[in-house]
């Protein structure tokens, strides 16, 4: 089993729901509430979709649920089970209690079995959760037993050797040298900043780099410290570390620390090798004198820092006088990873001076046009997809100077909440959507939790496979939705704040960007999750689409415009019709 519902599985459930069971609509109203319900309706109608049917309904709810239609204790998912149980034959509701006899009670009256069993405790994969859907005839996916163990909730692993991957082209593998040189002549005192162009490879050039050469240090108990910004960008170095470790075909094993996410690490688990956290939890845990990190950063063989543009805040100030304080002065090597980004090289360095620190960047065969524009070089040379930026036309004028965060400079809640609810807005997006070609791999950022929820309730009322991945969504089932948008089985994946990093479809030909910011580089990692070029297995073009034209602060427009600009995007009105004439053109 894939883990995720098929088209043969979705439709077998929709049938036994809708024609064998009969369930009715009221119930399944209250799966995803009346206000939303009615909403939805409304929303339906404007599109000249019509009224939602019970075939319909029910669809979406199976797809929204997923494996979990019948799992959890909440009162509607219970009333569900009770429904579906009182339908059963008298003989069979009895077989099926006496296999799953309720704890302490003993019920004789089949009358009385119903309820007793929709309150009995669901474990996906257990006994009882696979006994409900073969008895009443669901597919067995619904149990739970296709759900894979999800190894990120654990804080340690072991990583064993021998895996193959795609070796380094020819600038990767010229990078790789010269961050060895670097090592091999500085060694402790090695201070570098690596700048790529966005989707060029840093990550896996770094891993493979320090890996080589932190090899023999591991076996002294000596650890390479990781730091990412945020879970996804954890979870994405531990993926290619666990690569390159197997792919090289060492001996030992690696042992790999999960220092984030709350995970706490035992002193008596520490033996050396890749720790991998957050600059927040690293911060926390200073100020708890964390003994567990007290002794990674005392035995610290080297430091990777990415997204390194975060290094010069006071949360970094604090981790270097810690590391100082249990290393020495003279630490471990150090070594930043930033994007290139199309805007001047002030930010980088800046972090180059201020770590005193080599700035590597890739040779390639003709570096004057590299250093006019290192995006277009890699746009022309296939290493990045060509982005074609359509900007919707969105309504009238909003202003959010008065919605800006303090901490972050960026919109706040507040204001994302308003568009997030803003029905004309809603129906722009949707009628967008809709004109998005059948089978493309469409990335949405929505503006809420709530907002995805919605976008994706309305693709898939209207037939179009869809999935939302938030912060609550386990790791595990995250990882299903990912994999079945990366096989083409789901055709728009909503999201709000957790894809902006840390994560790898190649084959998405569709950025939707719903939710407005004035961040560049928060705009930069949006639009970057679709610009794998055909070289790195992407694709030749990927479709931006922003729906924040309308928003301005301070009268002036959004990160769009300066990505635009940095970029050297050209903006168009039509996008099919401007891919159509590039390709006249060449």
Same mark, same amino acid.
Not at 37 to 51: P, T, V
Not at 294 to 301: K, M, R, T
Not at 450 to 459: R, S, T, V
């Given at each position: *089993?894939s883990g995720?519902?098929?088209?043969?599985?979705?439709?077998?459930?929709?049938?036994?729901?809708?024609?064998?069971y009969?369930?009715?609509?009221?119930?399944?109203i209250?799966?995803?509430?009346?206000?939303?319900?009615?909403?939805?309706?409304? +929303?339906?109608?404007n599109?000249n979709e019509?009224l939602?049917d %019970?075939?319909?309904?029910v669809?979406?709810?199976?797809?929204?649920?997923?494996?979990f239609?019948?799992?959890?204790?909440?009162?509607?998912?219970?009333?569900?089970?009770?429904?579906?149980l $009182?339908?059963l034959? $008298?003989?069979?509701l009895?077989?099926?209690?006496?296999?799953?006899?309720?704890?302490?009670?003993?019920?004789?009256?089949?009358?009385h079995? !119903? @309820?007793?069993?929709? &309150?009995?405790?669901?474990?996906?994969?257990?006994?009882?959760a696979?006994?409900?859907?073969?008895?009443?005839?669901?597919?067995?996916?619904?149990?739970?037993i #296709?759900?894979? @163990?999800? =190894?990120?909730?654990?804080?340690?692993?072991?990583?064993?050797?021998?895996? /193959?991957?795609?070796?380094?082209v020819?600038?990767?593998?010229?990078?790789?040298?010269k961050?060895?040189?670097?090592?091999?002549?500085?060694?402790? $005192?090695?201070?570098?900043?690596v700048t790529?162009?966005t989707?060029?490879g @840093?990550t896996?050039?770094?891993?493979?780099?320090f890996?080589?050469?932190m090899q023999?240090?591991?076996?002294?108990?000596?650890?390479?410290l990781?730091?990412?910004?945020?879970?996804?960008?954890?979870?994405q170095?531990? #993926?290619c570390?666990?690569?390159?470790?197997?792919?090289?075909?060492? !001996?030992?094993?690696?042992?790999?620390?999960r220092?984030f996410?709350g @995970?706490?690490?035992?002193y008596?688990?520490?033996?050396g090798?890749?720790a991998? &956290?957050?600059?927040?939890?690293l911060?926390?845990?200073?100020?708890s004198n964390?003994?567990?990190?007290?002794?990674?950063?005392?035995?610290c063989?080297a430091?990777?820092?990415?997204?390194a =543009? =975060?290094?010069t805040t006071?949360?970094y100030?604090?981790?270097?006088?810690?590391?100082?304080?249990l290393?020495?002065? %003279?630490?471990?090597?150090?070594?930043?990873?930033?994007?290139?980004?199309?805007? &001047?090289?002030e930010?980088? +360095?800046?972090l180059?001076?201020?770590?005193?620190?080599?700035?590597?960047h890739p040779?390639?065969?003709?570096?004057?046009?590299?250093?006019?524009?290192p995006?277009l070089?890699?746009?022309?040379?296939?290493?990045?997809?060509?982005p074609?930026?359509?900007?919707?036309? %969105?309504?009238?004028?909003?202003?959010?100077?008065?919605?800006?965060?303090?901490?972050?400079? %960026?919109?706040?809640?507040?204001?994302?909440?308003?568009?997030?609810?803003?029905?004309?807005r809603?129906y722009?997006?949707?009628?967008? *959507?809709?004109?998005?070609p059948?089978?493309?791999? &469409?990335?949405?950022?929505?503006?809420?939790?709530?907002?995805?929820?919605?976008?994706?309730?309305?693709?898939? /009322?209207?037939?179009?496979? /869809? #999935?939302?991945i938030?912060?609550?969504?386990?790791?595990?089932?995250?990882?299903m =939705?990912i994999?079945?948008?990366?096989?083409?089985?789901?055709?728009?994946?909503?999201?709000?704040?957790v894809?902006?990093t840390g994560?790898d479809?190649?084959?998405?030909?569709?950025i939707?960007?719903?939710?407005?910011? /004035?961040?560049?580089?928060?705009?930069?990692?949006?639009?970057?999750r679709?610009?794998?070029?055909?070289r790195f297995?992407?694709?030749?073009?990927?479709?931006?689409?922003?729906?924040?034209?309308?928003?301005?602060?301070?009268?002036? !427009?959004?990160?769009?415009?300066?990505?635009?600009k940095?970029?050297?995007?050209?903006?168009? #009105?039509?996008i099919d019709q401007?891919?159509?004439?590039?390709?006249?053109l060449?």
């Amino acid at each position: *089993m894939s883990g995720f519902l098929t088209e043969n599985e979705i439709e077998q459930t929709v049938e036994s729901l809708v024609n064998v069971y009969k369930i009715d609509r009221s119930l399944l109203i209250k799966f995803i509430g009346t206000d939303k319900y009615i909403q939805m309706n409304k +929303m339906l109608l404007n599109l000249n979709e019509g009224l939602m049917d %019970d075939y319909q309904l029910v669809r979406m709810i199976v797809i929204e649920k997923g494996l979990f239609l019948f799992a959890g204790s909440n009162d509607i998912v219970r009333d569900l089970r009770s429904l579906l149980l $009182k339908q059963l034959n $008298k003989n069979i509701l009895i077989q099926l209690y006496d296999r799953n006899p309720i704890s302490n009670r003993k019920i004789q009256s089949p009358t009385h079995m !119903p @309820k007793a069993l929709a &309150s009995k405790r669901w474990i996906m994969g257990g006994r009882w959760a696979r006994d409900f859907v073969q008895t009443l005839g669901f597919p067995l996916a619904f149990s739970g037993i #296709s759900i894979p @163990k999800d =190894h990120s909730t654990d804080p340690i692993q072991d990583i064993e050797p021998r895996k /193959s991957v795609p070796p380094l082209v020819e600038y990767q593998r010229g990078l790789k040298e010269k961050m060895l040189s670097v090592l091999n002549k500085e060694q402790e $005192k090695t201070r570098c900043v690596v700048t790529l162009p966005t989707g060029g490879g @840093k990550t896996r050039v770094a891993v493979e780099s320090f890996i080589d050469w932190m090899q023999p240090r591991f076996n002294e108990g000596k650890y390479l410290l990781w730091i990412a910004q945020g879970e996804e960008l954890c979870e994405q170095a531990i #993926s290619c570390i666990t690569d390159m470790w197997q792919e090289r075909e060492f !001996p030992e094993s690696l042992r790999v620390y999960r220092y984030f996410g709350g @995970k706490t690490i035992k002193y008596e688990s520490l033996i050396g090798g890749a720790a991998i &956290s957050s600059i927040q939890q690293l911060y926390s845990r200073i100020q708890s004198n964390d003994e567990s990190l007290n002794e990674i950063l005392a035995n610290c063989g080297a430091m990777i820092i990415d997204e390194a =543009h =975060h290094a010069t805040t006071k949360s970094y100030e604090i981790l270097f006088n810690k590391c100082k304080e249990l290393a020495g002065e %003279d630490l471990f090597p150090i070594c930043g990873l930033t994007a290139t980004p199309g805007r &001047s090289n002030e930010e980088t +360095m800046t972090l180059v001076n201020q770590f005193e620190a080599y700035l590597i960047h890739p040779s390639l065969p003709d570096m004057r046009r590299y250093e006019l524009n290192p995006l277009l070089y890699f746009r022309e040379e296939g290493y990045l997809a060509e982005p074609i930026f359509l900007l919707h036309e %969105d309504g009238e004028e909003i202003e959010v100077a008065d919605y800006i965060d303090n901490e972050d400079a %960026d919109l706040n809640q507040e204001i994302l909440t308003i568009l997030a609810n803003d029905e004309r807005r809603n129906y722009q997006i949707i009628e967008y *959507m809709r004109s998005i070609p059948l089978g493309s791999s &469409s990335l949405v950022y929505a503006c809420t939790v709530a907002h995805a929820e919605f976008l994706a309730m309305m693709m898939n /009322s209207i037939g179009r496979n /869809s #999935s939302v991945i938030s912060a609550d969504t386990p790791r595990s089932i995250r990882r299903m =939705h990912i994999a079945a948008f990366k096989r083409g089985e789901i055709e728009f994946l909503f999201n709000y704040g957790v894809l902006t990093t840390g994560f790898d479809a190649p084959k998405t030909d569709h950025i939707l960007i719903c939710r407005p910011t /004035s961040s560049i580089i928060l705009y930069e990692q949006m639009v970057g999750r679709g610009l794998r070029g055909e070289r790195f297995g992407g694709t030749e073009y990927c479709k931006v689409i922003d729906f924040s034209k309308n928003i301005k602060r301070h009268g002036e !427009p959004l990160a769009y415009a300066r990505f635009i600009k940095e970029w050297q995007i050209r903006e168009v #009105s039509s996008i099919d019709q401007s891919i159509i004439k590039n390709k006249q053109l060449n």
